[in-house]
């Protein structure tokens, strides 16, 4: 008879360290950029709380000042049904979507409001989650959709996927 051990994080489905919606992240940079700037790790954000959702039409939407700005929105999103996801990401400006480390979505650069696909597939369970963006000047947006397998239409994101870590100082 042997000893089975089993390594890895809690399902955070299940844990009460975990809590729905996103981290947004804000940073005042205070200058013109022309694709998004890699904050330094240590770097205190202006603005840190928790969202539902990724439908933003306006700074104010952002709590960050209306121009010359970097956002991360960060969490897990969960999968119920396994198969090939295809996200659209909309933005003005820049935006990338990453979802466990790889890049699905790079829409990076100074541009209106554009919006691009990508598509990864997905296992049963929870997945991280990271979408950059940055505002030079003009208008803000960032709005994440999906098609869920089987689904011949793009909705927005529901908020009752995103997991975050629950009380962490915002």
Do not use: C
């Amino acid at each position: 008879m042997g000893i089975v051990v089993a390594l890895g994080v809690a399902n955070p489905i299940e844990d009460p360290g975990y809590e729905s919606g996103l981290s947004l992240r804000a940073w005042d940079v205070g200058r013109p950029m022309e694709f998004l700037a890699e904050i330094a790790p240590d770097q205190t954000p202006n603005v840190d709380r928790r969202v539902d959702e990724v439908n933003f039409t306006h700074a104010t939407d952002f709590g960050s000042p209306p121009d010359y700005f970097v956002v991360e929105l960060s969490g897990l999103i969960k999968i119920t049904k396994p198969g090939e996801y295809i996200f659209s990401l909309s933005s003005d400006d820049g935006s990338q979507l990453e979802i466990d480390d790889t890049l699905v979505v790079d829409l990076d650069g100074i541009h209106p409001v554009q919006s691009k696909e990508g598509s990864i597939r997905l296992a049963s369970g929870t997945h991280s989650i990271r979408i950059r963006m940055f505002e030079s000047t003009g208008e803000e947006s960032l709005r994440l959709e999906w098609k869920v397998p089987g689904s011949q239409e793009f909705v927005l994101v529901p908020s009752d996927v995103f997991l975050t870590e629950k009380g962490v100082t915002r």
